[in-house]
Nanobody, 123 residues
Framework: VQLQVSGGGLVQAGGSLRLSCAAS????????MGWFRQAPGKEREFVAS????????DYTDSVNGRFTISRDNDKNTVYLRMNSLKPEDTAVYYC?????????????????WGQGTEVTVSS
């Protein structure tokens, strides 16, 4: 499975961005999809995940209510809509896939990873 991430960039605090992650080489509908991020000098952390059909989502507390994960299984793509961005959201954002139905937050649960895209939020 190959994951291609796009949509990062520079945005002012309070602004919005939408990240996309296009999958190829596998059965997209069989994968739980997740977004992770790694801020400068910090470990990579879980951001959000979405179930295979899109009916269930999970968010880390710091983005709950501001970020929305969604997926289009016809387009083999998962999205992360980020609103009300804060400087502390500055990080490299990665998407990842996990075969099976169970949701997960741990990195080791995800077998395939995209290349990451930088998001910089200026104050």
């Amino acid at each position: 499975v190959q994951l291609q991430v796009s949509g990062g960039g520079l945005v002012q605090a309070g602004g919005s961005l939408r990240l996309s992650c296009a999958a190829s080489g596998g059965s997209f509908g069989n994968f739980v999809m997740g977004w992770f991020r790694q801020a400068p000098g910090k470990e990579r952390e879980f951001v959000a995940s979405i179930s295979r059909g899109g009916g269930s989502t999970d968010y880390t507390d710091s983005v709950n209510g501001r970020f929305t994960i969604s997926r289009d299984n016809d387009k083999n793509t998962v999205y992360l809509r980020m609103n009300s961005l804060k400087p502390e959201d500055t990080a490299v954002y990665y998407c990842a896939s996990r075969e099976g139905w169970q949701m997960a937050q741990a990195e080791y649960e995800y077998a395939f990873w995209g290349q990451g895209t930088e998001v910089t939020v200026s104050s």
